[in-house]
């Protein structure tokens, strides 16, 4: 009885566990979401980012150009993730995979 408990307990586990990787949404863990890296961007909250709030982020000018996909001079909420997925497709085919995540709360710092 005992041994079938434990087989069933550790059953659970690894079925919960593989549950909860399936339904991760979001951008890999160490990523940003865009909605978030946008709504820190978007100074005036007017739902686009112009060229003075871009570099006011301390963000490089010349890839205002890259992002702003139909060159506008504002950079939307979509030309925004767009400019993700293309990075993050990028890093893929490079093997170098999304960037780590922080450290396990607890964790001692890193040097």
Do not use: C, H, Y
Request: glycine share 10%; proline share 12%; aromatic share 4%.
């Amino acid at each position: 009885m005992r041994r079938t408990l434990l087989v069933a307990l550790a059953s659970l586990t690894t079925l919960a566990a593989g549950a909860a990787m399936a339904q991760q949404d979001g951008p890999p863990r160490g990523m940003p979401a865009p909605e978030d890296v946008f709504k820190r961007w978007d100074a005036n909250a007017d739902g686009a980012v112009d060229k003075a709030e871009w570099t006011g982020a301390g963000r490089p000018e010349d890839r205002f150009a890259m992002i702003d996909g139909n060159k506008d001079g504002k950079i939307t909420l979509d030309e925004l993730k767009t400019a993700f997925e293309t990075m993050r497709q990028r890093r893929m085919q490079q093997g170098e995979g999304p960037p780590p995540g922080p450290p396990p709360e607890g964790a001692p710092p890193q040097d």
